[in-house]
Structure formats: structure tokens, C-alpha cells
């Protein structure tokens, strides 16, 4: 079976400083690794993915995630939080090989104050 | 270009009624998937259907059934309706069931309420 955690239910940080959202997950094989972002009232907007490669990968809107085997860790980052980036956000998980649905954690809240 | 699209946006059924919903793929894409998320949990999959047939399936009952068109559209339909059915019912598209790791595009949801 594949999951995925997200420790925080919510991650307050102030405009302007580093933000980290945490994700752990566990699969058969190699993940393939995906952030999405919610805001109220609307579906899931892609941001970034991890399939295979350099452990850095960058998304939309200046969001980058690191992946870490080791770890089974794939924590989203943004060097610089702007307001607007407040909102939920989810991380999912699939295996390379057998089901190919996306496993969805619970989500994070982020909010940024001014 | 237009994206994922979902009616209605919102719907109020009885419990114990039946309901149906829509939703268009974003152009080029064949693949779509049905997500149920309850409020303040993550998405939960449904069910895939590419090529007109269902692919796989999320641990879900039988009172929740659906289709995919020629034109690669898709309906979600539950049956005999519970109060826990309450949700917004998200459909995905995607490009090539078997693409593996094409992102999922999300419509804005169907937001079911059940009394």
C-alpha cells in the first residue's frame, strides 16, 4: 500500500522568510512525487513533481521541493513567502510500477502574515 | 485552451436519492479520474477510467458507479445517498493511462451536500 504524511496541519510563517511543508511517504518501488495547491472553493493546482533525476526540483511560482530516499522525504520550500502563497497544500505519492492512482496526504495549511 | 470543467458546482440531495456528475477533460487528454474529498482531509481516489472502461478503482462501494463517453467525458453517479456522502467530488484528467507520471489536472469540484 502507498501513503503519504504530513505532519503539520498548519505552518504559519511570516512574508518575506523561508517556508518548509513537510511530506513523508511510503511506496512499492520508486515514487513518482507530486505538490498540489488548493485554494478555497477550487480543485487542486498542479505546482511541482518529482519522477526521477536531481533531488532539487523547482515548480510554479518559485516553489521548490527536495526529494530525499533515505528519508522518504519530499519537503516543499519557497526561499521567500509572499501573503498570497497562503493556502493548502497537499502532497501525493504513486509507485512507478502496479497502481497508478495518486495517494493524497491530509494537507497543510499555510499562512503567511504580512 | 480550457481545462477541467465540472457541473454542477454545487448540489443538495435527500438521502437515500441518487445523483450524477459531469465532467469535461481538459483538451488532448483521455484519462479521467474521480476523487472524493470530505472537508478537511485530502483527496480520496475514486475510480480511473481510460478508453471507455473503468481501470481501477479506490476503496469504494458499489453505490458508486460511472462512465466515460467517445469524447473522453466522464459521469460520477451514487446511488441511495448517506449522509456521509457529503463532499467535494473532484474529476481529474490526465494524457495516457499508462504515461505514468503526467500531473493530474484538476476541476474545481461539485460540492455534494447530503440531508
Known amino acids: 500500500a502507498q501513503s503519504v504524511a504530513q505532519p503539520e496541519d498548519q505552518v504559519n510563517v511570516a512574508e518575506g522568510n523561508p517556508l518548509t511543508v513537510k511530506c513523508t511517504y511510503s511506496?512499492?518501488?520508486?515514487?513518482?512525487l507530486f505538490w498540489y495547491v488548493q485554494y478555497p472553493n477550487r480543485g487542486l493546482q498542479f505546482l511541482l513533481k518529482?519522477?526521477?533525476?536531481?533531488?532539487l526540483v523547482k515548480g510554479s511560482y518559485g516553489f521548490e521541493a527536495e526529494f530525499n530516499k533515505s528519508q522518504t522525504s519530499f519537503h516543499l520550500k519557497k526561499p521567500s513567502a509572499l501573503v498570497s502563497d497562503s493556502a493548502l497544500y497537499f502532497c501525493?505519492?504513486?509507485?512507478?510500477?502496479?497502481?497508478?492512482?495518486?495517494?493524497f496526504g491530509s494537507g497543510t495549511r499555510l499562512q503567511v502574515q504580512p | 485552451d480550457a481545462g477541467v470543467t465540472q457541473s454542477p458546482t454545487h448540489l443538495i440531495k435527500t438521502r437515500g436519492q441518487q445523483v450524477t456528475l459531469r465532467c469535461s477533460p481538459k483538451?488532448?487528454?483521455?484519462?479521467v479520474s474521480w476523487y472524493q474529498q470530505a472537508l478537511g482531509q485530502g483527496p480520496q481516489f475514486i475510480f480511473q477510467?481510460?478508453?471507455?472502461?473503468?481501470?481501477q478503482r479506490g476503496n469504494f462501494p458499489d453505490r458508486f458507479s460511472g462512465h466515460q463517453f467517445p469524447n473522453y467525458s466522464s459521469e460520477l453517479n451514487v446511488n441511495a445517498l448517506l449522509l456521509g456522502d457529503s463532499a467535494l467530488y473532484l474529476c481529474?484528467?490526465?494524457?495516457?493511462?499508462?504515461?505514468?507520471?503526467?500531473?493530474?489536472?484538476f476541476g474545481n469540484g461539485t460540492r455534494l451536500t447530503v440531508t
Open positions: 481529474a484528467s490526465s494524457l495516457g493511462y499508462r504515461g505514468g507520471n503526467s500531473p493530474l489536472h
Open positions: 511506496v512499492s518501488g520508486n515514487p513518482y
Open positions: 518529482y519522477i526521477t533525476g536531481d533531488n
Open positions: 501525493a505519492v504513486r509507485s512507478d510500477t502496479g497502481r497508478r492512482a495518486l495517494t
Open positions: 483538451s488532448g487528454h483521455d484519462t
Open positions: 477510467y481510460y478508453e471507455e472502461e473503468e481501470r
